[in-house]
């Protein structure tokens, strides 16, 4: 269908629109226009991916001069998902625009979009592409493509040596535009195979050219990575966080190095190769060591030194092992101080680096410091500046560069002693970290730990927000919004949570807060041992997955939870009881034993036998999962999924807030456990077309505090009914309410209210209000059941 949103023509791929899609394509149209930020929360199921990718695609046509789209996923298959969505909008559109006899260099209607991961996903030599890691991965892959491996292979004129791809690519991709389409992995690969091209360098090379590029967060978030693969990007793009709820941990887990014992080990080691290199060159090649001191000496940037090293390296460039974290401008235009200029003079530099942690980390009771003291503490015992350990990164991804080393998956462990200097070094003056050491584990075994943690998630982003004019957060579970820009550090042009528009309740949210013995059900630690606790748990699961079809999902706080419950199940013969209603599968933390679950837990909902997945939230499951249909007709929650709260790198960042944003640890607290929890029970809808029943399973998501938080489209179909229910009042609402949603419905039933015409979308325009259902109307059943085609 086609409609106008102000001067603006929407294509949009379907012959209805959700007033809630309408709705974000006016927040979107005023957030580009204003040249602001913002963030946007969307109901979950309410194609909030198709929303975003048409009206983009749309104003590009109505305004020609707006950048790139660039949007960011967390997963492969999320990036695979919004790369099929994109080709059935631009299809429509350009089928739209024919019809219209518009001109098609002014429609951009070849449109190229990348999609970009890793290169072992998107690698064709046989050996590269089957490495362990992508570290190990990373390595080969340079090993084959780095100028001087190259050189050595042409000497040879074997042909070993080299990549037949990379090859290729040098020879006829490296200037080369890709022709109009849309490029996944599959079509990446597919593409590199009859070209003979690498797809990871193709794609990389197409980011400077193409409308839309679909990549992972760390490409913009991670300044080791961002450095190395975005710095191209013009400052028009329009940027697109996409399932946004957790970008504040991804911010702090990009600024933050932790350093055991080993590692520092392991720095000795590298610190020897290095030296017998630098010894090695000396005695063959000291010219190309007295050119990198001059270089050194003339005050070439950063930034020049990466693009010399692009042009040097064949574009294989420097591993996104060795980027350098965030540095301020006015630094990166500094000159690298005289003492570290000299290879042989930084490799001491960093052997005093290495012994000065080590002989920190044989204190034998947990400390934590302030940053400023601990840097003051270094400069004196080092008798260096805190210039020298700010350059520690840049300087060594440098000597690597000069060196030629080719195996960099074994300089991991001095990479992070670089990253460390060089951010104590940047932020060792401000709060925004902490330095925090634990000799043993939690289990009280030793294994020393020297963490720096970055506390203010505001460093992570800010480039973000500085570098691309319009920069859009989204989720389906992003509330409160407020507390989200004040972490981030930003003042977003819109702000705002859209409700989800229905014409019946196709959720059932409950809040289970006891058994039928009346007895509190709570995940709190002091009752976790209680027998009564623990069988009302049992007996919850037990009642639902007799009357729930198909597929359950059940979350737990935590793998040591989950594991205590069901060894007190199996005591309780609760366990055997639920395999006479479904199977039962579990998620641990291997990936491929859950990757097998999932897989025969949705090959038991496909017969009909049905199935348990017994999940943990903040897992792999809770993220990146969707049970949608009959894989997921009811999920509970069992227990508020609450951080860690004995870590002390969590101590200190809720310290931090509390006194430099003013964020009240209970708050912050409560605002992290209900996202978890939201991003678990949002799982079982993924359409309008879906039902689903969400049980909050434990007496404090009574509290409004824990409520509240709640993401508004949620809370509006949370009855006062069915707040503080006990096991058998939500079994017999579970029970009435897929009686009802099991009816067919007829698709016109929605329209005016759901599901909006052309004509609706020009009411709105206009300023005409749609009707609406209100609660007691949809729960006497208006009108109930599933689609019907």
Same mark, same amino acid.
């Given at each position: 269908?086609?409609f106008n949103?102000?001067?603006t ?5 379907y012959?209805?629109?959700?007033p809630e899609?309408y709705e974000?394509?006016?927040e979107?149209?005023h ?6 930020h913002?963030?946007i929360?969307m ?7 198709v929303t ?12 020609p ?9 967390r997963?492969?298959?999320e990036?695979t998902?919004?790369m099929?969505e994109?080709?059935?909008v !631009?299809?429509?559109r350009n ?15 070849g449109?190229?979009a990348?999609?970009?991961t890793t290169r072992r996903n998107l690698?064709l030599?046989p050996d !590269? ?11 080969m892959c340079?090993?084959?493509t780095?100028s001087w491996?190259?050189s050595?292979a042409?000497?040879r004129?074997d042909g070993?040596g080299?990549?037949e791809?990379?090859e290729?690519?040098?020879n ?8 109009p389409g849309f ?5 990446l ?10 797809p990871y360098?193709t794609a990389?090379h197409?980011l ?13 978030l991670?300044?080791?990575i961002?450095?190395?693969?975005s710095?191209?990007l ?5 940027v697109v966080?996409?399932?946004?709820h957790n970008?504040?941990?991804?911010c702090i887990?990009?600024?933050s ?6 590692t520092l080990?392991?720095c000795?080691g590298?610190l ?14 000291a010219?190309?060591?007295?050119e990198?001191?001059e270089?050194l000496?003339?005050g070439i940037?950063?930034t020049l ?5 692009e042009q040097t390296?064949g574009?294989s460039?420097?591993s996104?092992l060795?980027g350098?974290?965030?540095?301020p401008?006015?630094?990166?235009e500094?000159?690298v101080?005289?003492?570290i200029?000299?290879?042989?003079h930084?490799?001491s ?18 400390f ?5 003291l601990f840097?003051?503490?270094?400069q004196?015992?080092l008798?260096?500046?805190a210039k020298s350990?700010?350059?520690c990164?840049e300087?060594l991804?440098?000597l690597v ?5 080719e195996n960099?998956s074994?300089?991991?462990p001095l990479q992070l002693?670089?990253?460390?200097a060089t951010?104590?070094g940047?932020?060792?003056r401000s709060d925004?970290?902490a330095?925090?050491f634990?000799p043993t584990?939690?289990?009280?075994i030793?294994d020393?730990?020297l ?5 203010d998630a505001?460093l992570?982003?800010k480039?973000?927000?500085?570098r691309f ?5 989204t989720?389906?579970?992003?509330s409160?919004?407020?507390l ?6 930003f003042s977003p042009?819109?702000?705002r949570s859209?409700s989800?528009s229905?014409e019946?309740?196709c959720?059932?949210?409950?809040i289970v ?7 509190s059900?709570t995940?709190?630690f002091i009752?976790?041992?209680?027998l009564s606790?623990?069988r009302n748990y049992?007996?919850?699961v ?6 729930v079809?198909?597929?359950m999902?059940v979350?737990?706080t ?6 205590l419950?069901?060894s007190?199940?199996d005591?309780?013969?609760v366990?055997n009881?639920i395999?006479?209603?479904k199977?039962v599968?579990i998620e641990?933390?291997?990936?491929t034993?859950s990757s ?5 837990y949705?090959r038991a ?5 049905g199935?348990v997945?017994l999940?943990v939230?903040?897992?792999k499951?809770?993220?990146g999962i969707?049970f949608?249909g ?7 929650v069992?227990?508020v ?11 200190a960042?809720l310290?931090y807030?509390?006194?430099a944003l003013?964020?009240?640890?209970s708050d912050?607290?409560?605002f992290d456990?209900?996202r978890q ?5 949002g799982? !079982?809808?993924r359409?309008?077309?879906d ?13 409004n ?5 709640l993401?508004?489209w949620?809370?509006d179909c ?11 009042e939500a079994?017999?609402?579970a029970r009435?309410?897929l ?5 067919p419905?007829?698709?016109?039933t929605a329209?005016?209210i759901a599901l909006l015409?052309g004509?609706? !979308? ?5 300023g005409?209000a749609?009707?609406k259902l209100s609660?007691?109307e949809?729960?006497k ?6 689609f019907?085609?």
């Amino acid at each position: 269908m086609k409609f106008n949103i102000g001067d603006t023509t929407i294509y949009f791929p379907y012959p209805y629109v959700y007033p809630e899609q309408y709705e974000y394509m006016k927040e979107l149209k005023h957030a580009l226009e204003s040249h602001g930020h913002g963030i946007i929360e969307m109901p979950t199921g309410t194609g909030k991916t198709v929303t975003i990718l048409s009206f983009i695609m749309s104003y590009q046509i109505a305004q020609p001069d707006v950048g790139k789209l660039i949007y960011c996923t967390r997963t492969v298959g999320e990036m695979t998902k919004v790369m099929a969505e994109l080709e059935r909008v !631009v299809a429509y559109r350009n089928k739209c625009l024919e019809e219209e006899n518009v001109d098609i260099s002014k429609a951009k209607q070849g449109v190229i979009a990348v999609g970009l991961t890793t290169r072992r996903n998107l690698c064709l030599h046989p050996d !590269v592409s089957m490495a362990d890691s992508r570290e190990e991965a990373d390595s080969m892959c340079r090993s084959l493509t780095a100028s001087w491996a190259r050189s050595a292979a042409i000497e040879r004129s074997d042909g070993s040596g080299v990549c037949e791809y990379y090859e290729g690519y040098r020879n006829e991709g490296s200037d080369a535009v890709l022709p109009p389409g849309f490029y996944d992995i599959d079509r990446l690969m597919e593409f590199g195979k009859q070209r003979k091209w690498c797809p990871y360098y193709t794609a990389r090379h197409a980011l400077n050219f193409a409308n839309v590029v679909v990549y992972n967060y760390q490409y913009l978030l991670d300044p080791k990575i961002a450095g190395l693969i975005s710095n191209q990007l013009a400052r028009e793009s329009i940027v697109v966080f996409d399932e946004a709820h957790n970008i504040d941990n991804v911010c702090i887990d990009a600024l933050s190095v932790n350093l055991r014992k080993d590692t520092l080990g392991k720095c000795n080691g590298n610190l020897t190769t290095l030296s017998n290199k630098i010894s090695d060159y000396k005695a063959r090649d000291a010219a190309r060591l007295r050119e990198e001191y001059e270089r050194l000496v003339r005050g070439i940037s950063t930034t020049l030194i990466e693009q010399r090293t692009e042009q040097t390296m064949g574009e294989s460039g420097v591993s996104e092992l060795l980027g350098a974290p965030v540095l301020p401008q006015d630094i990166v235009e500094e000159t690298v101080p005289g003492n570290i200029r000299r290879a042989e003079h930084f490799i001491s530099f960093l052997r005093r680096i290495v012994e000065y942690l080590r002989e920190k980390m044989t204190i034998q009771h947990v400390f934590q410091e302030n940053p400023k003291l601990f840097l003051n503490q270094m400069q004196n015992t080092l008798m260096t500046d805190a210039k020298s350990l700010r350059f520690c990164s840049e300087r060594l991804k440098s000597l690597v560069t000069t060196l030629e080393v080719e195996n960099l998956s074994e300089m991991t462990p001095l990479q992070l002693v670089s990253d460390f200097a060089t951010l104590i070094g940047t932020y060792g003056r401000s709060d925004n970290f902490a330095i925090i050491f634990e000799p043993t584990d939690h289990s009280g075994i030793p294994d020393p730990l020297l963490q720096l943690a970055c506390l203010d998630a505001s460093l992570g982003i800010k480039p973000v927000f500085a570098r691309f004019q319009t920069v859009i957060l989204t989720s389906g579970t992003i509330s409160p919004l407020n507390l989200y820009s004040k972490i981030l550090g930003f003042s977003p042009i819109v702000a705002r949570s859209l409700s989800m528009s229905m014409e019946r309740k196709c959720i059932c949210p409950m809040i289970v807060s006891r058994g039928p013995d009346q007895v509190s059900m709570t995940s709190k630690f002091i009752s976790r041992d209680d027998l009564s606790v623990v069988r009302n748990y049992g007996n919850l699961v037990i009642e639902l997955a007799t009357h729930v079809p198909d597929g359950m999902v059940v979350f737990f706080t935590s793998y040591v939870y989950m594991e205590l419950m069901i060894s007190y199940w199996d005591e309780m013969n609760v366990i055997n009881r639920i395999l006479d209603k479904k199977l039962v599968f579990i998620e641990t933390p291997d990936i491929t034993e859950s990757s097998l679950a999932l897989d025969n837990y949705r090959r038991a909902c496909d017969c009909g036998r049905g199935a348990v997945f017994l999940c943990v939230a903040r897992g792999k499951v809770a993220e990146g999962i969707d049970f949608d249909g009959h894989y997921g007709r009811a999920v509970v929650v069992i227990g508020v999924p609450f951080q860690y709260t004995e870590s002390r790198v969590l101590r200190a960042r809720l310290e931090y807030m509390r006194l430099a944003l003013q964020i009240r640890e209970s708050d912050y607290l409560s605002f992290d456990a209900m996202r978890q929890a939201s991003q678990c029970i949002g799982r !079982v809808i993924r359409s309008k077309s879906d039902y689903g029943i969400m049980v909050l399973a434990d007496k404090r998501f009574v509290r409004n505090e824990k409520r509240g938080k709640l993401p508004p489209w949620i809370l509006d179909c949370l009855e006062d009914a069915h707040v503080d229910m006990d096991t058998d009042e939500a079994v017999g609402t579970a029970r009435r309410f897929l009686k009802d949603l099991a009816q067919p419905m007829q698709k016109s039933t929605a329209l005016g209210i759901a599901l909006l015409t052309g004509r609706e !979308v020009a009411d709105l325009e206009s300023g005409k209000a749609l009707p609406k259902l209100s609660m007691n109307e949809l729960r006497k059943g208006v009108t109930t059941g599933a689609f019907v085609e």
